[in-house]
């Protein structure tokens, strides 16, 4: 919702799973708040995560972020800034004063229809110059980047203007872009995390071999309908999951802590759509995976071959699978596995604009690139008064963690702003 | 349709109906022409001043208005205009329907169009038309908040909420307060700062501490909560209005322990804390000879925090002359901050790590202990004398939950532990409200996770007992008082247990969650959920199309279905069945047995319950009770002699509309087969 306010208690960076939910809390509370995020979307990362749910719910949490997107945008206390981002920060007698640069709304919400002409005729989509989600509870589910857009390149192109229907004119590629400047008594950073880059181990060949994919591109599939088995493709035969890509080594030092849970519950999704399939795990070491973990693991291990070992390296066979090999924890010998599909299990890695951010907010990073909690036992804090963690952010976490946290931080922000 | 009193009908779209497929003018004149309405055709995209002078002409400020709003996507598109018809005038929300166009837009056939619009507008507004408006109420609550157990989140519980104005009642089984630092040895001294919060719980004059305390009985429900405390000298019942269950873990012998015999050299890992607080006096500590001494520590792999309790003692030895020091787990528990880290560590300060599949085998010949293993890494069988055993503890939850869990008709959570494991109560509340699950009552976790989600309840305690008063709805559940003959059949089947009663059944609607599994089993039609009463549905049923077919009834819970039918209707090249008729229900719980079988009388070809998926509904059981009524139902048709296969059951979830999908497509494929056979 766009209207003129311009001093909040509390403005929070990141539209994920872990801003919605302090920004639904702040509200709730009766505080009048912004949510401020990069992308044209709200819902984050996790909005993309796929339901797991086999003959029951397996607890995974996506269905939630659904759940706090609807309510974000029905509460009249959050002021909505998509396509924002910080560009300055100052503290004035405890006060936060913001700058925040918004792209153009090139597509209105009102006229907008969805009906996705703009995007199927833009020259530059492939590009990214309109971005698109699959999160439908966004309106519009289309946005047009200036990034990329031919338009704001060199004035050269107008034709999503031109075929958005006339019943519609939803597309003005001449809105400006606007600069807005904001006080907030506090701050909360919920910017999220990066996925590691399943490029990080390079011989298990993410980016050469089309049958390896990261554990994210595989709920997306899910989610989106466009998976294993989609338009026409055989049902995969033969799926393995490589853990820890991206987690516990030189670079990541630390478990990303979510891994082994969503590998383990999107191999059960596999088996459960795909029975015949015979799906495999490698692993180091199997760490807690939800609630029930001892009972879940039994079940998993029923189903799922698990494999205490990590492949070396792999490659393509002719008849389009590809090969591995690994140590058998039984015999000591190396074995050769072929698989249709394997999905790499990235983790969790600090986000790529943490460190602009925090040299913008004059916080602290960890030396893994988070954002430092002054507390190891109240990881919602910062040494700043006023300046607040909620998500991955901070640091690894699953949904309900990052959940919990957000509310936490609401209240911490509500009773500091009481104070100041 | 029937519209049973004067409707105003808003057609919030502008031309781009048309551009779908529905040409907007001929709606607009069908509209006006039913009885009893009003139309306004307001364009959403014009400038909100101008929205709210039309809406104002168009509405009348004399009388309390009924209003339909039919739009494409009209949560969105339509915003500023609700926002309008709520906050500036006034029109009550239980008495405005929002209906989505988007199902009769894309079919080839704009007749088609048409009539499905038709009928979407015309069964709400028989619906709404039926509905009253709920108002609020002011609820008298006792303000007082009892903490149950000793745990560092019931501490922190108990100081936040006497500070904060609540007296709290913390009320514990032990006979002093014994917080426990999860990861950390127990005889550990504690920080200042846990030693200040334990200070502050015993000298805060608002919080009363009742050691050796059990909690025997609870009547009553959010807000009024009779609780019966007792210990060995009295039994005394005390009026709370909201309960924060944190009761303290227990400490128990692990796995490795299990068969190990008493033995001077084999410790468990308090003994070996204990030694090691008091070093001087360990003999045992001390290498013989020139042989260094070897510790083997067994487990210590059931949770990050107990790894972490197990290498902050195996450090402590390290750090000792001439030790050898190994550890024997099964899985390195490192998802935790700074685990991999520790481990790491502790490998680089001389610790030998032997991950194995299962613990070895602990005997003692020559009165020495002998571990025996399989060591995946030498392949082959080792055996290892050491001088010094340790076997790790577990945590594990207070004994008493489960008889807690059973008193307060709470779900029970997993493991023993207070919160059932469904998300949809995530991260504090329980099927009760007023009722709150944090910390060491909910969970192993580490003191940040315990005191984030003690401030998320300490939220919830706020919203539920503000200053003494609470708010509630009024006339959300209605149990009528002339049918009722007190079966108490409700009360039995309340998920929330909401219900009690006089000499009728009584609901509190400060408890009540509006699921409706009591209206909808109560033998008498009873109780009815506003607004999805028996006779809105009915008319909803009644609204019929003969040119609708086949005629596919789904009555989806609002939950999971009705989002997922949303979804799926933002997909490219969805088309329903032309007969589709959408019915949104609060709970699966609502979908009553005889919604079903009139369903069928009505005309329907064929019908769908569809529900959120067990162990995923927000009241639990709702899910399930559907899924009870619709075998119960199939069976009932089969004997009259109807295709049960006509009626389906699915469950799904709000992010899955290709699950939608496919049960609206796999029942019409049914109906398709019957319908040709």
Redesign the interface.
């Known amino acids: 919702m766009m209207n003129n306010q311009k001093k909040f208690s509390a403005v929070i960076l990141g539209g994920g799973i872990a801003g919605i939910s302090a920004a639904l809390e702040l509200a709730r509370l009766g505080h009048e708040v912004a949510l401020v995020e990069k992308t044209p979307f709200f819902g984050g990362r996790a909005a993309n995560f796929c339901c797991k749910a086999t003959d029951a719910c397996q607890k995974c949490g996506a269905c939630l972020v659904d759940d706090r997107l609807k309510a974000l945008f029905q509460e009249r206390r959050i002021t909505l800034l998509p396509r924002a981002e910080l560009t300055g920060c100052s503290r004035d007698n405890g006060l936060f004063r913001l700058v925040v640069q918004q792209q153009p709304e090139v597509i209105n919400p009102e006229g907008c229809v969805d009906c996705g002409l703009c995007y199927e005729e833009c020259p530059a989509a492939d590009k990214g110059a309109i971005l698109i989600t699959a999160v439908t509870q966004n309106h519009p589910r289309y946005a047009v980047n200036p990034g990329a857009c031919l338009y704001f390149r060199d004035g050269s192109c107008q034709v999503c203007q031109q075929i958005c229907p006339p019943t519609a004119r939803a597309i003005d590629l001449a809105r400006p872009a606007r600069t807005l400047e904001m006080t907030a008594a506090a701050l909360v950073v919920a910017t999220g995390y990066r996925p590691s880059d399943p490029r990080c181990r390079p011989h298990y060949g993410y980016g050469r071999l089309p049958q390896v994919i990261a554990g994210y591109e595989l709920e997306e599939m899910l989610r989106n309908g466009t998976g294993p088995s989609a338009r026409g493709k055989e049902a995969p035969r033969r799926v393995g999951f490589i853990q820890c890509v991206g987690s516990r080594d030189q670079e990541h030092p630390y478990c990303s802590q979510v891994c082994c849970a969503y590998t383990l519950r999107l191999a059960r999704l596999l088996k459960h759509r795909w029975p015949e399939a015979e799906v495999t795990s490698f692993y180091m070491d199997l760490q807690e995976t939800g609630r029930q973990s001892g009972q879940f693991q039994a079940e998993a291990r029923r189903e799922i071959n698990m494999v205490r070992a990590l492949p070396g390296d792999l490659h393509a066979t002719p008849d389009g699978r590809v090969r591995l090999r690994y140590l058998e924890e039984d015999t000591g010998q190396p074995v050769a596995a072929d698989f249709d599909l394997l999905v790499l299990s990235v983790g969790i890695g600090p986000g790529a604009d943490n460190p602009a951010l925090a040299e913008m907010l004059q916080a602290a990073l960890t030396p893994d690139g988070f954002f430092q909690a002054a507390d190891p036992a109240q990881r919602t804090q910062t040494s700043q008064p006023g300046l607040f963690l909620a998500g991955t952010a901070e640091g690894p976490r699953d949904i309900a963690g990052c959940i919990s946290q957000a509310a936490a931080a609401a209240r911490q922000v509500s009773q500091y702003v009481k104070k100041s | 349709m029937t519209i049973a009193r004067p409707l105003d009908i808003i057609l919030a779209h502008?031309?781009?109906?048309?551009?779908?497929g529905l040409d907007y003018y001929k709606l607009g004149l069908w509209a006006a022409g039913q009885p009893n309405s009003r139309i306004l055709s307001l364009n959403?995209?014009l400038p909100p001043e101008e929205l709210e002078r039309r809406l104002r002409a168009f509405l009348h400020a004399d009388h309390p208005h009924t209003v339909l709003v039919a739009a494409?996507?009209p949560?969105?598109?339509a915003?500023?205009i609700l926002?309008l018809l709520i906050?500036v005038m006034q029109v009550n929300p239980e008495l405005i329907s929002v209906v989505d166009l988007q199902e009769a837009l894309g079919s080839p056939d704009p007749e088609a169009c048409s009539i499905k619009a038709h009928h979407l507008i015309g069964m709400n507004a028989s619906m709404i038309t039926r509905a009253q408006p709920i108002t609020t109420q002011e609820l008298p609550v006792t303000s007082r908040v009892l903490v149950w157990g000793d745990s560092f989140a019931a501490l922190k519980a108990a100081v936040d909420l006497a500070d904060l104005g609540y007296p709290v009642i913390q009320a514990y089984p032990g006979p002093a307060l014994a917080p426990l630092l999860p990861g950390a040895a127990p005889a550990q001294p504690l920080g200042a700062e846990l030693q200040d919060l334990i200070t502050r719980v015993q000298s805060h004059p608002a919080i009363q501490l009742r050691p050796q305390t059990f909690l025997t009985e609870v009547q009553g429900s959010a807000g009024n909560f009779r609780v019966r405390l007792q210990t060995d000298q009295e039994v005394r019942e005390e009026a709370v209005g909201a309960m924060l269950l944190a009761p303290e873990l227990r400490l128990v012998p692990g796995e490795a322990a299990a068969g190990a015999a008493s033995h001077p050299r084999i410790l468990t890992l308090p003994q070996l804390e204990d030694l090691l607080a008091a070093p001087e006096a360990a003999a045992l500590l001390t290498p013989e000879a020139d042989s260094p001494l070897r510790v083997a520590f067994l487990g210590g792999d059931s949770?990050?925090l107990a790894l972490a309790r197990t290498l902050s003692s195996a450090r402590e030895v390290l750090a000792r002359d001439n030790v050898q020091v190994m550890l024997f787990i099964r899985?390195?528990?490192?998802?935790?901050?700074?685990?991999?880290?520790a481990l790491?560590q502790a490998q680089n300060s001389g610790l030998i790590v032997f991950?194995l599949?299962q613990l070895p085998s602990l005997a003692l010949p020559d009165d020495r202990p002998r571990l025996t293993f399989f060591d995946?890494v030498m392949?082959g069988e080792e055996s290892l004398a050491c001088d010094l055993v340790v076997l790790d503890e577990v945590y594990r939850p207070a004994s008493d939950n489960a008889a807690l869990a059973d008193w307060l008709h709470l779900f029970p959570?997993?493991?023993g532990?207070l919160q059932v494991?469904?998300?949809?109560f995530?991260?504090?509340i329980t099927n009760r409200r007023g009722v709150y699950v944090v910390g060491a009552g909910r969970?192993l976790m580490?003191?940040?996770?315990a005191?984030?989600?003690t401030?998320?309840a300490?939220?919830e305690v706020q919203?539920l007992l503000g200053r003494g008063a609470s708010i509630a709805p009024k006339g959300r559940s209605v149990v009528d008082r002339g049918l009722c003959v007190l079966c108490l059949t409700c009360y039995r089947v309340c998920p929330h247990g909401a219900i009690t009663w006089d000499n009728r059944a009584v609901i509190n609607e400060l408890a009540c969650q509006g699921c409706g599994v009591c209206a909808s089993q109560c033998p008498n039609d009873a109780i009815q959920i506003r607004n999805f009463t028996d006779d809105q549905v009915v008319a909803a049923l009644e609204t019929l199309d003969p040119r609708l077919t086949p005629r596919i009834i789904a009555f989806m819970c609002k939950?999971?279905a009705w989002?997922a039918y949303?979804?799926a209707m933002?997909?490219?090249q969805v088309n329903l069945p032309l007969g589709f008729t959408p019915l949104r229900m609060p709970c699966a719980g609502k979908i009553d047995i005889d919604y079903i079988l009139k369903a069928f009388t009505y005309g329907a070809d064929g019908v769908l319950v569809l529900g959120?998926?067990?162990?995923?509904c927000r009241s639990q059981e709702g899910n399930l009770h559907a899924q009870w009524r619709v075998e119960r139902a199939q069976e009932m048709l089969a004997e009259a002699g109807v295709d049960p296969r006509r009626l389906v059951f699915k469950?799904?979830?709000?992010?899955?509309?290709?699950?939608f999908l496919a049960a609206v497509a796999s029942l019409a494929a049914v109906l398709g087969g019957l319908k040709a056979a």
């Open positions: 502008g031309p781009e109906l048309s551009a779908g959403p995209c494409l996507d949560h969105h598109r915003r500023h926002g906050e949770h990050p899985d390195a528990k490192v998802g935790a901050p700074g685990m991999e880290a790491e991950k599949p995946p392949h959570g997993p493991g532990f494991d469904n998300v949809r995530l991260p504090v969970g580490d003191l940040d996770q005191r984030a989600e401030d998320a300490i939220l919203q939950n999971s989002e949303h979804a933002k997909q490219d959120c998926h067990q162990d995923n469950s799904l979830a709000a992010n899955t509309p290709q699950d």
